[in-house]
């Protein structure tokens, strides 16, 4: 039998100690799973280390952990693999980030992610008397939100979320993946009122950092990061609500500078993000950057001329007929890889396409039950 | 080899020292750069977050114009954002066809036309994948001998991974330390190398975004970095433009010079310093440069 050695990051936070690494040799088959691994040394070596596990079978979602330095599922990793991606060969084990450790690889998800996932009403508010049977609704739109419901609420997108790192309060990633099933079904009555309220939060759809390591970190191709994209997407293009973060508006300003210069103006992306040069908003953020423009000034890299003088791209009427024939049609076209998958088979190494919408594997697609290959999905919301 | 550019918008805006660079080291590199002057932006997933389908077919466009070079080997584009924000669009592209016809349909206008399957490449992947990073060793003439470098990716071209064709064959999240080494520098590692620079979010929630390059920065300067270089403009906004600002948040001192991928491999090449731009950055790179020999040398190392 194979041997293979974890090591193991320790802490008891009552005992007042420090966190200290323990190596651990087991004897397991390459294809048993690091959850495996753990629980061996757990029975011969030490019955004291810390873990949390239940279904063994990346479904219950109660083993995230980070492995060299990943978050994931222990019991989703086969052995072979991980070792083959340890640094020094030891396959490296730790608790996940973003959230207290209570014990060995067993963190508080209490304090962090279920309080999170309570911040979203993570249940259906329908409008108006229930209907005397069932809700009926259009496949189309629960298809739409399934990606959403294959979350297992492991915690490895939190425990990874770079926005959450340096502020600990963003709603996160899992939470929002959360927001979007109950946003996105057309039972529930709420729609505007949730997306106003997510809007507004400072710490809200609009806090997320586009980073991807969300999408990276699920185990079961949720792709939180483009489900706030959809949270931003109703929210701005459906229901126009001005957060107080600047988020709507910065997306249309980005919007409307590449419709109008076809390339970025940047001198004017940053004003217009707080509603123009002359808004009581935009102000007190232009002075305070104004040290850093000055500097960029003095030093060349940015010239008053091109700062202030918009740079017209050659070739700019085409875009902006592009943009015109697009935001004429009826309602926005989207095509969500994750439900309809690839047609057809990729033929180049480099740019593989088959993946998700959202890097989720085209796999998935079946075993959630949705057809393989289907028409593009049109947004329900629009 | 021939490449259709795509310089992307800030290298031609508020970095313009990339674009610069750029084109100094392509020659030495026989890269033959055919500029796509008429492609518009690839909407830096802010598009994409507006609107799927305008972000999908102006960067069709951008394809079927790079596929209309003629003689050239693939696409190039130097910004990590770009990468991320067109591999985005191409993989839903070429998905599906009927999606794909749909697209085409509002290029016809413009006689544009995409075909499935473009190959596009930051310059970082066309390095080590086109021309290799033996052919790169053999044209250095500086090696940067004793400068220790902190790689900076950015977000969108180390993740996500399937999208981005990184896997065992294609390790393209560690070209950055093999090119660093390449060129005879020292790697160091830090935290944040994999990291976001926070920029998406500078007005949304500036604290958090100046908290995030701040702290990658000090933990480069802690882990004894002389400099970060980055494939990606934007990030060289939050990391450079905007580190007096991070170094308020973050509450230390900073002052790390944070260098273009370019301007790297150029002064391994023998550049003038002051040709590649070095002279325009926010925070000085004099930890980089001797000024005075316009030799590369590390900090403390009194040169070589």
């Known amino acids: ?382 | 080899m021939k490449v259709a550019y795509w310089p992307g918008c800030v290298s031609r805006g508020f970095t313009p020292e990339l674009h610069g660079s750029m084109e100094l080291v392509a020659p030495l590199l026989d890269i033959e750069l055919v500029e796509l002057d008429r492609a518009c932006c690839t909407g830096a997933g802010v598009i994409a977050e507006h609107n799927q389908e305008l972000a999908d077919t102006l960067n069709a466009r951008t394809f079927a114009m790079a596929q209309a070079v003629e003689g050239a080997d693939m696409m190039m584009n130097i910004c990590s954002t770009c990468q991320g924000a067109q591999s985005e669009c191409q993989e839903r592209l070429d998905a599906n066809a009927e999606y794909r016809a749909h697209v085409n349909e509002t290029l016809s206008g413009e006689s544009l036309h995409y075909e499935k399957g473009i190959t596009n490449k930051h310059f970082l992947w066309l390095m080590v994948e086109e021309i290799g990073l033996d052919a790169i060793a053999a044209k250095v003439v500086k090696p940067l001998t004793g400068l220790k470098v902190g790689p900076f990716y950015g977000c969108y071209i180390v993740r996500p991974t399937d999208r981005l064709g990184i896997d065992d064959d294609n390790p393209r999240d560690t070209y950055l330390t093999q090119l660093i080494e390449t060129l005879g520098g020292t790697v160091v590692d830090y935290a944040g190398s994999h990291k976001c620079c926070g920029f998406p979010i500078i007005t949304m929630n500036k604290a958090a975004s100046l908290k995030q390059a701040g702290r990658h920065i000090g933990d480069a300067i802690d882990a004894d970095a002389d400099c970060l270089v980055t494939p990606c403009p934007l990030c060289h906004l939050n990391l450079d433009l905007q580190q007096p600002l991070a170094q308020k948040e973050v509450g230390r001192d900073l002052g790390l010079p944070i260098l273009h991928l370019p301007q790297l491999v150029g002064l391994a090449f023998g550049l003038e310093p002051k040709a590649l731009g070095l002279s325009k950055h926010v925070v000085k790179p004099t930890s980089v440069i001797d000024w005075s020999t316009s030799v590369v040398a590390g900090v403390g190392d009194g040169g070589w």
């Open chain 1, 1 to 382: 039998m194979p041997e293979y050695t974890l090591k193991i990051r320790r802490y008891t936070p009552e005992t007042g100690e420090a966190a200290y690494w323990e190596d651990f040799t087991v004897d397991l088959d390459g294809h048993r799973s690091v959850l495996d691994g753990i629980l061996q040394a757990k029975d011969r070596f030490d019955g004291s280390i810390g873990i949390r596990c239940s279904c063994r079978a990346a479904i219950c979602g109660s083993c995230g952990v980070r492995i060299n330095g990943r978050p994931g599922l222990a019991c989703h990793m086969h052995l072979e693999e991980a070792a083959k991606r340890a640094g020094d060969g030891k396959i490296i084990v730790e608790p996940m980030g973003n959230m207290p450790v209570l014990k060995d690889l067993i963190v508080d998800m209490d304090a962090v992610h279920w309080k999170k996932m309570r911040r979203v009403t993570p249940w259906l508010l329908p409008d108006g008397e229930p209907p005397e049977r069932e809700y009926v609704v259009p496949k189309e739109s629960m298809v739409d939100i399934t990606q959403t419901m294959a979350c297992i609420q492991c915690g490895a997108c939190v425990s990874d979320c770079l926005s959450m790192e340096v502020d600990p309060e963003f709603i996160g990633p899992a939470a929002l993946a959360k927001a979007y099933r109950f946003v996105g079904d057309p039972r529930d009555g709420q729609q505007f009122e949730r997306l106003k309220d997510l809007s507004e939060d400072p710490h809200g759809i609009y806090d997320c950092t586009h980073c991807f390591n969300c999408i990276e970190a699920c185990p079961k191709g949720v792709a939180p990061m483009s489900q706030i994209m959809r949270l931003r997407r109703i929210s701005g293009g459906d229901h126009h609500i001005e957060d107080r973060n600047n988020g709507y508006r910065h997306e249309k300003a980005f919007v409307k500078n590449i419709e109008k210069n076809g390339i970025l103006m940047e001198a004017d992306l940053l004003p217009d993000s707080y509603g123009g040069k002359f808004h009581p908003r935009a102000v007190p953020e232009l002075v305070g950057s104004l040290p850093v423009v000055l500097t960029a000034l003095r030093r060349g890299k940015v010239t008053l001329k091109k700062a202030l003088i918009p740079h017209k791209l050659e070739g700019q009427k085409s875009v902006k007929k592009i943009f015109d024939t697009v935001h004429d049609r009826d309602e926005r076209y989207e095509l969500n890889l994750y439900i309809s998958g690839t047609d057809e088979e990729p033929e180049h190494g480099s740019e593989r396409t088959d993946s998700g919408e959202d890097g989720a594997a085209a796999g998935t697609t079946t075993a959630q039950g949705s057809p393989s290959s289907s028409p593009p999905e049109r947004s329900p919301n629009s």
